[in-house]
C-alpha cells in the first residue's frame, strides 16, 4: 500500500478493517478529529484526490495510490490557504474541535455549494458557535481587531490558539504519542439493576494482547461522587470505580486492558457475568412512591442521602409569607405542570483521558476535563496518592457544556495505570457518550401562581421533581439553583418551593448549561406569560411590574444569599429591546399565506458563580525577553477565557496581547483552580489574572523609578520598556537588573468567588407555524444580554449565539430517549437530532450597557445564561400562535400538529 499524505508518502499497509481516520492519526496527522465514527459530524473531514470525503467511514485501504490531504497539508509553503485565513479573521471557531472538518469541506466547495451553505455543510456539525462565525468565515466577513497596547479590553482581540486551530496543530486530549500505550475498553451492564453474584474472566485473559481484567475485586471500596465541586460534600458519596450492584443500563462492570483497542473489545466480549436481576423504576414519582425498589440502600448520613429508602438524594423545602394568603389576595390564579427531558451536552471531543507515569514514578493524567485540580484531589483521595505525586492536566478541550465536570474515566484510567505500570488510554466512543456519560436532568415543574388585576404578583409555588438517575452526582445542587434565581428574581411576598431530587434506574444525569435554572425557567416564565393573557397585560409590562430593582433583595422561598448581589443592573433595558423588536412590523411576505403568526418573550437571571466559594489563582511573569508568561488554572474549551485573560493581563501591563504567553489548566502551573463551569472563567479566574497583572505592574513600576530616581507615578508601562519621566528602560533590562537586586520578577493574583453579581438576559421570537404539518419556522430571533463590560464583544456574542442554538436543539428537537428497561435508544447522531447549520437562525444580540462593581474591569459572566430564557420564549410564541399552552418539551413538529388537530375552533394568530 502507497498513499501520499500532505506530500509526503508512506508505504505502511493498514489493519484490516481500519478506516482511513485512524490509518491518518495514527501516522501523527492528529487535525483529523474522531466526533462520532458514523459519517454524522464531519470533523474527520480529508481530501482524498481532492474529493472531500469522512475518513470515519473511508476504508484506508482505498486510499492505496491517492493522495490524502488533511488540514496539516491545507496551507503552502509558510503560507495559510485562503479558507484558513478567513476562518482566523472571522475566528470562525470557539472549542475548534469540528473546525478541520469545515476547513476541508470549505476548500472543496464550488460556487453552487458556496452560495448554499446548508446543503454544503449538511455532513458537518458544531455544538459551539451558533454557525454564525462560520458563516462569516466562509463569506469572508473580518471580525478581528488590532487594538493600541494596553487597549485590549473592550475589544475583538482573537484566540491565542486560532492559528493552532485553523493549522490542526492546537493539541487536544488524545493528539500525542505515547510509548508503551495500553488501551482500555469497559464491559458494560446490559440490566437496569442487578447484582452480580460472580465474573469470570479467564476467556478474556486468553485472548491475544489482554494485559489485565479489572472488576469490583480490584476497585477501592471507597465511595465517591463523579461530580466534581469545590466543597465535595456538596454531592452524595453513591459510587464506586467499580461495582458489585449495577443500577443502569450502560453502568461499567468490568474493564479490560490491553494492547490494542480491538483485543480489548474482544476481551470484554470474554468475559461471563451471572447477574442477579433486581427490581427498577425509571419513573421518579414511582421511585418516591411506598413500596419502590430502593436503588441506593446507604446510610443517608455517611453517604449524604436525604431519603435513601425514598430514593431521594436531596430536597429542598422553604416558604417566605404565605402562599395560601397569596393566592387568597389574587385575582387571577393560574397553574399547571411542565416537564423538560433529557438532553445530551453532544460536546465533540468525548470524555477520554490517558494516564501514564513519569520517570520517577509521578503519575500524569491528562484529561478532557473542565477541573484538574478538583480532579486530582479527588484521585489522590480515592487511591490514597500524595497530592504531589499527581499532575493531572488537560489539553485543549473538545467542548464541555458542564459534562466534563465529572470525573467519569480518569479513575478507571488511574486504576489500570496502577495495576500495569503502564500508560493507558480510554476514549469514549460517540455511543458510550450516549449511554454511559450524563445529560441534562429532566425536571417536573408543577408551578401555580397568583396577581392582582394590576399585574402585581401575590404568590409563586412551585412543585419541583428531578430526575437524578442511578447517581446523584449534581442532584442536589442543580436542584438547589433550579430553585434560586427563577423565583428570586420577581418580587413577590409569598414564594413556597417543594423540591426533590430523586434517583432512577436511568443514565445519570449531571451538570450541563444552565444548572437546573432553564428547566425551572421553561415553568415559570410561561406561567407568567400566561397570567399576562388573563389579566389582558402585554407579557413585557407584567414583568417591568413585578421584577426586582437595584439595591433590592432577591429573595428565594428559603430567603435571601448572603453573598449574592446586584452589582450592575441592566435588566431594565433587556426588556425595553424585547419592547422594541416586538413594535417593529412583520416584513411583508415573511409569512405564507394560512400559516400563524406568534410572538413570545422570556427572560431570566443567573448568578456570575456558584454559591460558597470558587477559587482561582494566576501567576505573571516577566520574563527575560521582555515579554510575560502568564499561568492560570482553569480549562479552555471554547469558553474564550484565555482570550479575556491575555486581554485582562494586557491592560494591566500597558503591553500588546501576543506579548503575553498563557499557560493553563495544569497542576503543575499554579497553586489552585476550582474550575471552568459555572460561568466563572472571566468573574474569578479572570479577576486573579487581574490582580497578579495588577501586582507585577506595580513592582515593575516601582523598581524602574528607584533606577530612574523618578516618582512611580511619572512612570508608565509600554510594551517593550518602563519610560520614567525622560528615561526609558528596556523590560529585557529591567528584568536582568530586577534578578540582579534580588527582586521578584513574578506576581501572583488570588480570588475566591465571594461577593458575586448576577447577570440577565431576555430573549424574544417571531415565529410562523404551519396548521396543516406543526411546522414551526423561526422569522426572527433577538436576544439582550447584559454581561457587564464585554471584555470581548465577538467572543462574547458567539457565547451567546452557541448558548441560544445549544437551547434551540433541546427546545425543538433534542432528546435522549430510553426504552422500558431505562436502556438509551438516541446512540448516535443519526438518531439524536443536533442542530445543523440549516435548522439554526440568525439572532440579533444586543449587549446592555452597565459596569459590574464586582466582577474584573466591570465584567459579569455570559456562557451559560443565554441559554435559560430561549425554550420558554418560544413556548410562549407558539401559545400567541395557535392559542395552545405546550408545557412539555421538546417542541417538535409532530407533537405540535398533533395538538392542533385535537383541538377545534379558529387559530387566533392565523394569517
Not at 412551585?462 to 434565581?485: K, M, Q
Request: glycine share 12%.
Amino acid at each position: 500500500m502507497r498513499v501520499t499524505v500532505n506530500g509526503e508518502e508512506t508505504a505502511e499497509p493498514a489493519r484490516p478493517g481500519q478506516c482511513l481516520r485512524t490509518y491518518l492519526r495514527e501516522r501523527g496527522w492528529f487535525g483529523v478529529k474522531k466526533g462520532c465514527d458514523a459519517g454524522d459530524c464531519g470533523a474527520c473531514t480529508v481530501h482524498v484526490d481532492g474529493e472531500p470525503v469522512h475518513s470515519c467511514l473511508y476504508p484506508a485501504f482505498r486510499a492505496d495510490g491517492r493522495t490524502v490531504t488533511t488540514v496539516e497539508g491545507l496551507a503552502g509553503e509558510g503560507e495559510l490557504h485562503p479558507v484558513q485565513r478567513k476562518f482566523l479573521d472571522a475566528q470562525g471557531f470557539q472549542c475548534g474541535f469540528c473546525t478541520a472538518g469545515y476547513l476541508m469541506t470549505t476548500a472543496a466547495l464550488d460556487d453552487e455549494l458556496r452560495a448554499d451553505l446548508p446543503r454544503a455543510f449538511k455532513g458537518n456539525l458544531c455544538r459551539c458557535t451558533g454557525y454564525r462565525a462560520i458563516e462569516d468565515a466562509v463569506r469572508g466577513v473580518c471580525q478581528v481587531e488590532e487594538p493600541a497596547p494596553g487597549e485590549a479590553v473592550g475589544r475583538n482581540l482573537p484566540a491565542p490558539a486560532g492559528p493552532q486551530v485553523v493549522t490542526g496543530t492546537a493539541r487536544y486530549t488524545f493528539d500525542l504519542a505515547v510509548e508503551g500505550l495500553l488501551h482500555l475498553k469497559l464491559l458494560r451492564s446490559p440490566h437496569p439493576h442487578a447484582r452480580i453474584r460472580s465474573i469470570d474472566t479467564a476467556e478474556a485473559l486468553r485472548v491475544p494482547g489482554v494485559v489485565a481484567v479489572l472488576t469490583h475485586h480490584d476497585a477501592p471500596e471507597r465511595l465517591f461522587s463523579t461530580a466534581r465541586h469545590e466543597h465535595p460534600t456538596e454531592d452524595p458519596d453513591d459510587t464506586r470505580v467499580l461495582d458489585d450492584t449495577v443500577r443502569f443500563v450502560g453502568q461499567r462492570v468490568a474493564a479490560v486492558v490491553a494492547e490494542s483497542e480491538g483485543a480489548a473489545e474482544e476481551g470484554c466480549r470474554r468475559i461471563a457475568v451471572d447477574y442477579e436481576l433486581l427490581p427498577f423504576v425509571l419513573d421518579p414519582e414511582q421511585a418516591m412512591a411506598p413500596g419502590a425498589p430502593v436503588i441506593h440502600p446507604k446510610d443517608a448520613a455517611g453517604a449524604r442521602i436525604a431519603r435513601p429508602g425514598d430514593n431521594v438524594v436531596g430536597e429542598v423545602h422553604g416558604e417566605t409569607g404565605s402562599v395560601e394568603d397569596g393566592f387568597a389576595e389574587a385575582d387571577v390564579v393560574y397553574q399547571e405542570e411542565f416537564r423538560t427531558q433529557r438532553v445530551q451536552h453532544a460536546s465533540l471531543e468525548t470524555h477520554g483521558a490517558v494516564a501514564w507515569f513519569e520517570e520517577d514514578g509521578r503519575l500524569v493524567v491528562r484529561s478532557s476535563t473542565q477541573t484538574p485540580f478538583l480532579t486530582r484531589r479527588a484521585l489522590c483521595a480515592l487511591f490514597d496518592l500524595p497530592e504531589d505525586r499527581v499532575r493531572v492536566l488537560a489539553g485543549r478541550v473538545g467542548g464541555g457544556f458542564g459534562g466534563k465536570q465529572e470525573m467519569l474515566v480518569e479513575d478507571v484510567v488511574v486504576l489500570a495505570a496502577l495495576r500495569t505500570g503502564r500508560p493507558v488510554k480510554l476514549e469514549y466512543t460517540r455511543a458510550e457518550q450516549f449511554t454511559s456519560a450524563t445529560t441534562r436532568h429532566p425536571f417536573t415543574v408543577r408551578a401555580k401562581v397568583g396577581a392582582r388585576r394590576d399585574g402585581t404578583l401575590t404568590a409563586i409555588q412551585l412543585r419541583i421533581v428531578s430526575d437524578t438517575g442511578a447517581y446523584g452526582n449534581h442532584g442536589p445542587a442543580v436542584l438547589f439553583h433550579g430553585c434560586g434565581e427563577s423565583v428570586s428574581v420577581y418580587r413577590c411576598p409569598n414564594k413556597k418551593v417543594d423540591g426533590y431530587a430523586v434517583y432512577t434506574n436511568t443514565v445519570p444525569a449531571g451538570a450541563f448549561r444552565g444548572y437546573g435554572l432553564g428547566q425551572v425557567v421553561f415553568a415559570m416564565e410561561q406561567v407568567l406569560d400566561e397570567l399576562a393573557r388573563r389579566i389582558g397585560m402585554d407579557p413585557v409590562e407584567l414583568r417591568v411590574r413585578n421584577i426586582i430593582g437595584p439595591g433590592e433583595p432577591m429573595m428565594t422561598a428559603d430567603g435571601a444569599e448572603e453573598d449574592l448581589h446586584i452589582a450592575s443592573y441592566g435588566l431594565d433595558q433587556c426588556l425595553e429591546v424585547v419592547r422594541g423588536a416586538a413594535a417593529e412590523p412583520v416584513t411583508e411576505g415573511q409569512v405564507p399565506p394560512g400559516w400563524l403568526l406568534g410572538e413570545g418573550m422570556a427572560m431570566s437571571m443567573i448568578a456570575t458563580g456558584p454559591p460558597g466559594g470558587h477559587f482561582a489563582d494566576a501567576t505573571v511573569t516577566l520574563l527575560p525577553d521582555g515579554g510575560y508568561d502568564l499561568a492560570v488554572g482553569t480549562a479552555e474549551f471554547g469558553n474564550g477565557t484565555t482570550t479575556v485573560h491575555q486581554q485582562i493581563a494586557s491592560g494591566a501591563l500597558g503591553t500588546t496581547a501576543e506579548r503575553i504567553t498563557v499557560r493553563q489548566s495544569d497542576t503543575d502551573v499554579v497553586r489552585h483552580d476550582t474550575g471552568a463551569f459555572g460561568s466563572t472563567g472571566t468573574v474569578v479566574a479572570g479577576k486573579a489574572v487581574l490582580r497578579a497583572g495588577t501586582a507585577l505592574a506595580g513592582l515593575l513600576l516601582d523598581f524602574a523609578a528607584e533606577q530612574t530616581g523618578t516618582a512611580a507615578a511619572d512612570c508608565r508601562l509600554e510594551p517593550d520598556a518602563v519610560v520614567c519621566g525622560g528615561q526609558r528602560l528596556a523590560l529585557k533590562d529591567l528584568h536582568r537588573a530586577m534578578l540582579a537586586a534580588g527582586r521578584e520578577v513574578a506576581a501572583a493574583g488570588h480570588w475566591g468567588g465571594t461577593p458575586r453579581s448576577v447577570a440577565f438576559n431576555a430573549q424574544w421570537f417571531r415565529i410562523a407555524v404551519d396548521p396543516g404539518s406543526g411546522e414551526l419556522r423561526i422569522l426572527r430571533s433577538v436576544h439582550a444580554a447584559d454581561a457587564g463590560k464585554v471584555m470581548n464583544p465577538m467572543q462574547c456574542r458567539g457565547q451567546v449565539e452557541g448558548g441560544i442554538a445549544q437551547a434551540l436543539g433541546a427546545t425543538l428537537w433534542e432528546q435522549v430517549l430510553i426504552d422500558e428497561r431505562g436502556a438509551v435508544e438516541t446512540a448516535a447522531f443519526r438518531r439524536y437530532h443536533l442542530p445543523a447549520f440549516a435548522d439554526v437562525p440568525r439572532t440579533e444580540v444586543h449587549f446592555m450597557e452597565t459596569a459590574d462593581t464586582i466582577g474584573p474591569l466591570g465584567a459579569k459572566s455570559m456562557s451559560e445564561s443565554p441559554f435559560n430564557p430561549v425554550a420558554p420564549a418560544l413556548a410562549n410564541a407558539l401559545r400567541d400562535a395557535t392559542g395552545l399552552r405546550f408545557t412539555r418539551l421538546p417542541l417538535t413538529r409532530d407533537r405540535i400538529w398533533q395538538r392542533m388537530q385535537a383541538v377545534d375552533g379558529i387559530m387566533p394568530g392565523i394569517c
